[in-house]
């Protein structure tokens, strides 16, 4: 079961995966600082193949 995300979460990730997709890109790396320590972030979009989509809905029921 994937870990429940906010909505405002989920908006601000599906907004960034418009933009690397605009930008022709499938991954990002980042640092971010976040409670006084210094995160490393990566982000790989990886499409869903269709016959998988009514197994990924299936978990968000």
Do not use: F, N, W
């Amino acid at each position: 079961m994937p870990t429940a995300l906010s909505l405002e979460l989920c908006y601000s990730l599906t907004k960034l995966t418009r933009q690397l997709l605009e930008a022709g890109k499938h991954t990002a790396e980042t640092h971010v600082l976040s409670q006084g320590r210094v995160y490393r972030v990566a982000l790989t979009l990886e499409p869903v193949p269709i016959d998988q989509l009514p197994d990924v809905i299936q978990r968000y029921r």
